[in-house]
């Protein structure tokens, strides 16, 4: 299953929201997840079933979609933000990630 | 606290061998499946490969087939990934993930990630 982001890049200022859509080549239900990885850091999980949210990370995040499309929303961007942002798919193998979202405060 | 901790990495000549250990601690490594994912300098994720709790079922990508085999020690509370006849195209971080969902299957996300181990194959 590929998955595709988009953009490939945003450069965004504080306190805006950004949107990262990813596509699946087919229908996933809800096995998708969102990881941010910041630089030189290993990725940490920021939602998980395209919806659920994660003990510990703040609540500007926040994911939706179901089948192919779905969507990684960040409200009210702050500097810690600023990261490349990954799908990843579990519906079935080979697991597979998306090309990543470079988000530049 | 729950930490994944990656060695091995090192500089190999194509064609070479390697083998990466991932020690696991704070947790039942016993009940979650393991995971490698690699990064190239500069590029995105990669998975690699998964192991089941138990060890019993594991599947590879594509690109490794055949040239990397994923097991586990649950009793050293250790994941490897042997790599052979490595390429140029496999220098990469090499992490490795622990899976959120405990229990039996391999197709689970994951919580918790190691640092990385820097794989580099050049003459």
């Known amino acids: 299953i590929v998955l595709t982001q988009s953009p490939d890049f945003q450069s965004v200022t504080p306190k805006e929201q950004v949107t990262i859509t990813c596509r699946a080549s087919?229908?996933?239900?809800?096995?998708l997840h969102w990881y941010q990885q910041k630089a030189d850091q290993s990725p940490k999980l920021l939602i998980r079933?395209?919806?659920q949210s994660i003990s510990g990370v703040p609540s500007r995040f926040s994911g939706s979609g179901s089948g192919t499309d779905f969507t990684l929303t960040i409200n009210t961007l702050e500097a810690e933000d600023a990261a490349t942002y990954y799908c990843?798919?579990?519906?079935?193998?080979?697991?597979?990630f998306g090309g990543g979202t470079k988000v530049e405060i | 606290e729950v930490q994944l901790l990656e060695s091995g990495g090192a500089l190999v000549q194509p064609g070479g061998s390697l083998r990466l250990p991932c020690e696991a601690s704070?947790?039942?490594?016993?009940?979650?499946?393991m995971s490698w994912v690699r990064q190239a300098p500069g590029k995105g994720l990669e998975w690699v490969a998964v192991?089941?709790?138990?060890?019993?079922?594991?599947y590879t990508a594509d690109s490794v087939r055949g040239r990397f085999t994923i097991s586990r020690d649950n009793s050293k509370n250790t994941v490897y990934l042997q790599m052979k006849t490595l390429r140029a195209e496999d220098s990469a971080v090499y992490f490795c993930?622990?899976?959120?969902?405990?229990?039996?299957?391999?197709?689970?996300?994951?919580?918790?990630w190691g640092r990385g181990t820097l794989v580099t194959v050049s003459s």
């Open positions: 993930a622990k899976s959120d969902i405990i229990g039996p299957g391999i197709t689970w996300h994951f919580d918790v």
């Open positions: 704070g947790f039942t490594f016993s009940s979650y499946a």
């Open positions: 192991i089941s709790d138990s060890g019993g079922s594991t």
């Open positions: 087919q229908p996933i239900g809800n096995r």
């Open positions: 079933y395209a919806s």
């Open positions: 990843h798919q579990t519906s079935s193998l080979p697991l597979t």
